[in-house]
């Protein structure tokens, strides 16, 4: 097997985050059709936390593999957004702007879609070979 080079690298990532946010938009809009606005709003902001975290977690993996630099400034990065994504989701919550559960369950398109991406990848490279 050869290495995958960067162009396959940023099709996953670009196909992760795709699925993450088409499944964020289909738990908003069932959250809409079964729960209300609240609920959709909830799972709504779940999502976009989740893609919002794909997205910043793929550069800094991007950038400590390619050691472009030092890697401190990355790590700080790191503890900033594990921070903040605590800090927010305790805001939302605490405000009640949120319900926890349905924001929850939108922040559930990050595990779902990484998963759902893989496996019509993998379908796709079958195909192909």
């Given at each position: 097997m050869s290495e995958p080079?960067?162009?396959e690298?940023?099709?996953g990532i670009r196909r992760?985050?795709?699925a993450v946010c088409a499944l964020g938009l289909l738990g908003t809009m069932a959250a809409l059709w079964l729960g209300g606005m609240k609920?959709?709003?909830s799972v709504a902001i779940g999502a976009g936390i989740a893609a919002g975290n794909l997205w910043l977690l793929a550069q800094m993996v991007r950038a400590f593999l390619a050691q472009k630099g030092a890697t401190a400034p990355w790590g700080i990065v790191?503890?900033?957004k594990f921070a903040l994504l605590f800090g927010a989701m305790y805001v939302?919550?605490?405000t009640r702007t949120v319900d926890i559960l349905t924001c929850a369950i939108g922040f559930c398109a990050l595990p779902v879609g990484i998963v759902f991406a893989q496996l019509l990848g993998a379908r796709r490279d079958q195909r192909e070979s």
């Open positions: 080079d960067a162009s690298d940023s099709a992760a985050l795709v609920s959709a709003w790191a503890v900033l939302l919550v605490k």
